[in-house]
């Protein structure tokens, strides 16, 4: 079946030490995006990518990094810059037109110890 | 800049009533419209979407959306509520230029007998 892989699905980190949220896609898109899901605030863009090699800062993309080296995967790397990480991260794909749907991983819960 | 405000972060209803969500959105040009739907602990499904056609827009489970542009509106709305229609609902905007969106806060929509 295609679809859109995170992993983990709960993450812990400590103080000062960098995390890594895998997101794997199947479906042959174009397009890849992170987003941070906070309780009342709905998402946020972290960082988006249109193609392999390229991507681009979204709305909140401070204390985070990506990298996007093949087209079926994005990671997302949480930083020590990033003071408060705790949140819901999401992970999604397109064919990277407009009007087009986008397609959601599960989510990885990721908290601080 | 775009933006979209969605009116009532928690909505009640009893079963077999009817379900409105509301939506506004801003945008400098005319613009694509989603309404995304999260169960717990997931990621996000589409429901339906407006790209410029008919401005009634029927989408999956029964749910519909009419595209106000007067009144900048974009409302989701379904006849008669069902218990497995408890969920989170997300609004979004998008830059017809590519598809990165901007969503809302999200109404939590609960259902009771």
């Known amino acids: 079946d295609g679809g859109i892989t995170q992993s983990p699905k709960y993450l812990f980190r400590k103080e000062g030490q960098n995390v890594t949220l895998s997101c794997e896609q199947n479906l042959n898109h174009d397009a890849m995006y992170w987003y941070r899901q906070d309780p009342g605030q709905g998402l946020r863009l972290i960082y988006y990518?249109?193609?392999?090699?390229?991507?681009q800062k979204g709305d909140i993309a401070e204390g985070y990094s990506v990298s996007r080296e093949k087209k079926e995967s994005f990671p997302l790397t949480v930083t020590s810059a990033q003071k408060n990480p705790t949140a819901f991260y999401l992970c999604?794909?397109?064919?990277?037109?407009?009007?087009?749907?986008?397609?959601f991983g599960s989510g990885t819960q990721l908290s601080v110890l | 800049a775009q933006s979209v405000t969605q009116l009532g972060s928690h909505v009640s209803v009893s079963e077999g009533a009817l379900v409105l969500l509301r939506c506004n959105y801003s945008s400098s040009v005319p613009p694509y419209l989603f309404w995304y739907v999260q169960y717990p602990n997931q990621g996000l499904q589409l429901l339906l979407k407006?790209?410029?056609?008919?401005?009634l827009v029927k989408g999956i489970n029964g749910f519909e959306a009419e595209f106000k542009k007067s009144e900048t509106s974009f409302h989701l709305t379904k006849p008669s509520a069902h218990m497995s229609d408890a969920a989170e609902y997300f609004c979004?905007?998008?830059?017809?230029?590519?598809?990165?969106?901007?969503f809302g806060a999200g109404t939590r929509l609960a259902v009771h007998p």
């Open positions: 407006y790209t410029s056609a008919a401005t």
């Open positions: 979004a905007v998008s830059d017809r230029s590519y598809n990165k969106l901007i």
């Open positions: 990518s249109q193609i392999v090699n390229d991507f």
């Open positions: 999604a794909s397109s064919r990277g037109n407009g009007n087009e749907k986008l397609f």
